[in-house]
Each structure stands twice: as C-alpha cells, then as structure tokens.
T-cell receptor, first 113, second 113 residues
Framework: SQQGEEDPQALSIQEGENATMNCSYK?????LQWYRQNSGRGLVHLIL?????REKHSGRLRVTLDTSKKSSSLLITASRAADTVSYFC?????????????FGSGTRLQVQP | EAQVTQNPRYLITVTGKKLTVTCSQN?????MSWYRQDPGLGLRQIYY???????DKGDVPEGYKVSRKEKRNFPLILESPSPNQTSLYFC????????????FGSGTRLTVV
C-alpha cells in the first residue's frame, strides 16, 4: 500500500490563487519530499523537509510538516498556468531497511487562466 | 548538464521478446532505482542499487532483472516481457537512498502486445 496519500486527487483553481494540497502517511519518517510531474514525463524534485523541521520555503512553495499528525501540506502561492501538473509526495522511512522513497498517487492541479 | 538519460523513450514489443531499457547518470550518484508508474497505483519501485555490484529488489521485482557493473549505468532487463508489464518506467538516481532528492529520467513508455 502507498505510504503517502495526497489529498485532494484533483484541484482546479484560477490563475493567481493559492493552491494547497495535503499528504498523509502512516509510519515514522526521516524526511518527506514533494515532486511535480508533467503528464508522462519524469518527476522533478521540488523540496525536501526533514522530520525535525516544521516549515520550509522555496520560491512560491511553502511546505509544512506535522509529524504528530503524520501529515504534510504543499502551498503554491500566486499560481500560474505552468503550475498545471501533478504533484506527488514521497516519504523516506525512518527505518530504511530495504525501502527507499515511497510515492503517493498524486494530486492533479489545474490552473485556469 | 546533470541528468539521468533513459532510452528508448517509447517501445512497443511482443510478448516474450527480451528487451533492455538503458539508464545512465552523469552526477556520480551512488544510488539508482527503477520505478514503474501505472494509473491509480502511483510509482512502485522495481529494483534499486546502492552502489556498483549492489542491487536489491523493490516492491514489484517479478519479471525484471537489473545489473550495476558501472556506477553511471543501471539497465533494466525484461527477459520475457508480458502484457502486464505495459507501463511507464522511470529511472532515478540520488546521492543516497533516502536523504536527498531523486533525479528522474524522462521515462520509457513500454507497450507489450
């Protein structure tokens, strides 16, 4: 089963608005990462937040992490048409063992011009 | 330019005909991994490699083989492809298994008929 689950599965907003998507996970993590993906293309790493961090910023992106609730959110401010892609969270388990990053099923963002 | 290069980009083949998807990275990354992406199932890890000559199974290794003879290359081999291996495949590399972001290739869309 997927470790990270994004919510909502799809999101439609107007250009200039903020977009918020959430990720919930089940087991303790070392870090959580967000990626974006143009349809059918490779994923692009956006930001990584470690388990001892609560908030991180990168340009128009703001990521929060609440380890007590096992959840993270990705906020994209002042959205643009070019932000119309899918967004995935990925979790790196605390006890890596054989496992590495585990990806959720993604949120499809549509930014209407 | 730092990148992961996958080839081919598209491939249509027949059941049982052995094929290899190549993956090469120019970032001197130790960790490399193969994922498949299917609608509704997200990205699932097939195999990964911690370093040269060190490979291990991911979540869905059946029907696949890999090798890591050189640090930069990590080919994915389908000895006898079947229609259920029709999917979008991604190679990824990173400095480590889970502490850094992954760099993904552009993907290989495989159809087995």
């Amino acid at each position: 089963s997927q470790q990270g689950e994004e919510d909502p599965q799809a999101l439609s907003i107007q250009e200039g608005e903020n977009a918020t998507m959430n990720c919930s996970y089940k087991t303790s993590i070392n870090n959580l990462q967000w990626y974006r993906q143009n349809s059918g293309r490779g994923l692009v790493h956006l930001i990584l937040i470690r388990s001892n961090e609560r908030e991180k910023h990168s340009g128009r992106l703001r990521v929060t992490l609440d380890t007590s609730k096992k959840s993270s959110s990705l906020l994209i401010t002042a959205s643009r048409a070019a932000d119309t892609v899918s967004y995935f969270c990925a979790t790196a388990p605390l006890d890596t063992g054989r496992r590495a990053l585990t990806f959720g099923s993604g949120t499809r963002l549509q930014v209407q011009p | 330019e730092a990148q992961v290069t996958q080839n081919p980009r598209y491939l249509i083949t027949v059941t049982g005909k052995k094929l290899t998807v190549t993956c090469s990275q120019n970032m001197n990354h130790e960790y490399m991994s193969w994922y498949r992406q299917d609608p509704g199932l997200g990205l699932r890890q097939i195999y990964y490699s911690m370093n040269v000559e060190v490979t291990d199974k991911g979540d869905v290794p059946e029907g696949y083989k890999v090798s890591r003879k050189e640090k930069r290359n990590f080919p994915l081999i389908l000895e006898s492809p079947s229609p259920n291996q029709t999917s979008l495949y991604f190679c990824a590399s990173s400095l480590s298994r889970a502490d850094y972001g992954y760099t993904f290739g552009s993907g290989t869309r495989l159809t087995v008929v």
